[in-house]
């Protein structure tokens, strides 16, 4: 199978290459190739005489002057990383990785350091067999700009973000070009992209095809591993491969970096540790059992540096990006409580853990960076349920902060007494493009700064019909929202991403809601406060 390079200035793969690719025995289904026996495989291709890259290259955690470059192999192989300020590779640095195995199926990460601070670099990958180097196959080729230097004249920052991928059983629809939110975002040039979680669907299996109320026909792509809910290790691999069968995601993923956090999707809907599951769909009903293999396969599929100082495998971490930013990203799952509905006065729960509410303070009171963003997977004051219980931060309760709001009361309290200025909250998971602003002067808990919260989404996944209703104690206001009147598919539109651009020279950061096709549905410009 041929080998596709991808270079920023363009998109070398055809809207039908990924079909095309596909292995020997593709069902056809309703017209469009199904590709089963080419994504359900564990290379994911057909084994030639050289190892090969199966799902293109990623780039992320981009920071200080290093970054973490991602692929996959369709055997056992050592991974090379070459990078180079130059896209023709005259002063490229060759960097041997890892041999992947099928114990990570065969996936591999190279930390890339010493790179040029703000700089574009360019990065292939390939991979030799480790018994003999010059069986090496094709390289895939991509691109990314380096963190800025903390101390050289700043530049404008441009990022986007968003959430919820694949979701409620709408996957790649080839006919339809494949997920092309993503070209969308990669159009507009961000130095990185945040995904908010939900980055796979392990509990939304596929349909070939789903026919819609109004009679029109959704076709995706269907593999082995997404056509049931995911279980096994293998099947939460699966999903993560499923989404890197699209064209615009492998292109993105390229030359965009990443910055990743997980939900509750990457392992099932609404999860807690220590539940016990009634879902006649599972086998395993244990979800600490399903969470420890989403979390493998989550590290083993995205570009992150999962080793920390005080515990490994934290997903909740802190990118520096030079002096204009500081991204904080949150993990509101693996350390929450169990959804109940109950209204605690004392902290005794919580959605983030006593080490990550520490570490956060501490963080957002040391950081030097003029933003500050809190990259949350869930909204802070949208009244999230799951049945009966709370599922979110926000319980329903307008009164003072109660159950898993004492967590976030006690971060922003520090923040004002701490006189950190210029904090945005960044998230995804309801579903639409929202934006909040909470003020003390609403709220029933007053220790505390204003603030703005944004909210885009989804990516490929249905649209939530109306905006949730928000939680009195923090003071929101709902100042912009987009939504459909009725639950839609992405055949509607209704799919969103948040761009942020900070502008050097003031130092003024600027929102903008976006849907799939690039309008821009709602902005707004923040001036930045001196401390």
């Given at each position: 199978m041929p080998t596709h390079e991808y270079l920023s200035s363009s998109r070398l793969l055809g809207r039908r290459s990924l079909l095309a690719a596909g292995a020997a025995g593709a069902a056809v289904v309703g017209g469009l190739t199904a590709s089963r026996a080419y994504a359900s495989s564990s290379s994911g291709l057909v084994l030639s005489g050289r190892p090969e890259v199966s799902h293109g290259v990623q780039v992320g955690d981009v920071?200080?002057?290093?970054?973490?470059?991602?692929?996959?192999?369709?055997?056992?192989?050592?991974?090379?990383?070459?990078?180079?300020?130059?896209?023709?590779?005259?002063?490229a640095r060759r960097v041997r990785g890892p041999v992947v195995t099928p114990d990570s199926d065969f996936t591999g990460h190279v930390r890339i350091n010493g790179l040029a601070a703000g700089e574009l670099h360019w990065y292939r990958v390939s991979f030799q067999d480790p018994a003999d180097a010059r069986r090496t196959g094709a390289a895939v080729t991509g691109s990314f700009r380096a963190a800025p230097d903390q101390h050289r004249p700043r530049r404008d920052i441009r990022f986007v973000w968003s959430g919820?991928?694949?979701?409620?059983?709408?996957?790649?629809?080839?006919?339809?070009g494949g997920i092309e939110i993503f070209e969308t975002m990669r159009q507009a040039k961000p130095d990185f992209f945040l995904h908010s979680g939900d980055t796979i669907y392990a509990d939304g299996p596929l349909k070939e095809t789903v026919t819609l109320p109004d009679g029109r026909v959704w076709h995706n792509l269907v593999t082995e591993e997404k056509s049931k809910v995911a279980e096994t290790l293998a099947e939460y691999r699966g999903n993560f491969r499923y989404n890197l069968l699209d064209e615009n995601v492998r292109a993105f993923a390229a030359e965009v970096p990443g910055i990743y956090q997980w939900d509750d999707h990457e392992v099932r809907n609404n999860w807690y540790p220590g539940q016990i599951l009634t879902d006649d769909r599972y086998t395993e009903k244990r979800v600490d059992v399903l969470a420890a293999r989403a979390r493998q396969s989550f590290f083993e599929y995205l570009p992150i540096d999962n080793q920390s100082a005080d515990e490994a495998g934290r997903i909740y971490r802190r990118i520096s990006y030079g002096p204009l930013l500081d991204v904080f990203v949150l993990d509101m799952r693996t350390y929450r409580d169990a959804n109940s509905p109950e209204l605690n006065t004392e902290p005794n729960g919580g959605i983030l853990g006593r080490r990550q509410t520490e570490w956060l303070k501490r963080g957002l009171a040391g950081s030097k960076a003029l933003w500050k963003v809190v990259a949350a997977d869930m909204p802070i004051g949208l009244v999230v349920p799951d049945g009966a219980n709370i599922e979110g931060v926000a319980n329903n309760d307008p009164g003072a902060p109660k159950g898993r709001e004492l967590e976030i009361a006690e971060v922003l309290r520090h923040l004002q007494r701490h006189a950190v200025r210029n904090t945005v909250w960044v998230t995804a998971d309801v579903h639409y493009a929202a934006a909040h602003h909470y003020d003390p002067s609403r709220a029933v808990f007053q220790d505390f700064d204003p603030f703005w919260e944004f909210v885009a989404g989804p990516l490929n996944a249905g649209t939530t019909?109306?905006?949730?209703?928000?939680?009195?104690?923090?003071?929101?206001?709902?100042v912009y929202a987009k939504n459909p009147s009725a639950l839609v598919s992405p055949l509607d539109g209704y799919q969103f991403?948040?761009?942020?651009?900070?502008?050097?020279?003031?130092?003024?950061?600027?929102?903008?809601?976006?849907?799939?096709?690039?309008?821009?549905?709602?902005?707004?410009?923040?001036?930045a406060q001196r401390s």
């Open positions: 920071v200080g002057r290093s970054a973490v470059v991602w692929a996959r192999a369709d055997r056992t192989a050592q991974m090379v990383v070459e990078v180079a300020r130059d896209p023709r590779f005259h002063d919820d991928m694949v979701g409620q059983g709408w996957g790649i629809n080839p006919g339809l019909t109306r905006p949730y209703k928000l939680d009195a104690t923090f003071g929101p206001e709902l991403f948040g761009q942020v651009d900070i502008d050097a020279a003031s130092g003024a950061l600027t929102v903008a809601l976006r849907d799939a096709p690039g309008a821009t549905l709602w902005s707004t410009r923040l001036e």
